[in-house]
């Protein structure tokens, strides 16, 4: 089963726009994290914000942030203001306990000019 | 540079040969990753070490795939007899993690290592 689901494959932003990634997960450990990462052109994979299980508020840095609703198993992420250095993979990622990172398959985002 | 480093950056084989992939995690960082990815798909988990000790391995992870860390600080993956199926970019990452103490347990990636099987 998949644990980590991101059902956008490409999406498309007017830069300065704000944009919504969807992530939604699959899990009955009650202490998990989740993760948002970006990989640009280049390969290189850069952590962006994290969201723990037993957090109260939605997790937020900078432009991005997190809207955790946890009944619904949803992670989405929120940048706003979008910029052309945005355009990028992105990636979700949960992990169990304190075990490995499950990636999902990931979105494209492409900031317009 | 103190991040994650891999070498090689580059690996072209011939179908049939070994290669060796080396990680050096960030120094204090006791847990080391590795996953692997192909194009347009996220990475795919493969194995992690604590410390020396070599805590999960994936399923995907096939006889042909050994992993080392002998002293707990870099790591080498092997792949004996490549197939055209292991061409992929293969990740290292490492991340602190210490009983007791509350911490993200982000995974800090290296650039990568892409394998290339003719």
């Known amino acids: 089963a998949q644990k980590i689901t991101q059902t956008q494959p490409g999406m498309f932003v007017q830069e300065k726009e704000a944009v919504t990634l969807d992530c939604t997960y699959d899990?009955?450990?009650?202490?998990?994290?989740l993760f948002w990462y970006k990989q640009p052109s280049s390969g290189e994979m850069i952590f962006l914000i994290y969201q723990g299980s037993y957090d109260q508020q939605n997790a937020t840095e900078g432009r991005y942030s997190l809207n955790f609703q946890k009944a619904r198993k949803s992670a989405n992420l929120v940048i706003s203001a979008s910029q052309l250095g945005d355009s990028a993979m992105y990636f979700c990622a949960m992990r169990e306990g304190g075990r490995k990172l499950i990636f999902g398959q990931g979105t494209e985002l492409s900031v317009k000019p | 540079d103190t991040g994650v480093s891999q070498d090689p950056r580059h690996k072209i084989t011939k179908r049939g040969q070994n290669v060796t992939f080396r990680c050096d995690p960030i120094?204090?960082?006791?847990?080391l990753y590795w996953y692997r990815q192909t194009l347009g798909q996220g990475p795919e988990f493969l194995t992690y070490?604590?410390?020396?000790?070599?805590?999960?391995k994936s399923r995907l992870l096939s006889d042909r795939f050994s992993a080392e860390r002998p002293k707990g600080s870099f790591s080498t993956l092997e792949i004996q007899r490549t197939e055209q199926g292991d061409s992929a970019m293969y990740l290292c990452?490492?991340?602190?993690?210490?009983?007791?103490?509350?911490?993200?347990?982000?995974?800090?990636f290296g650039e990568g290592s892409r394998l290339t099987v003719l």
């Open positions: 899990t009955s450990d009650p202490s998990y994290g």
């Open positions: 120094s204090e960082h006791n847990r």
């Open positions: 990452a490492s991340s602190l993690a210490l009983a007791g103490v509350p911490n993200t347990g982000e995974l800090f």
């Open positions: 070490f604590q410390n020396e000790a070599q805590l999960e």
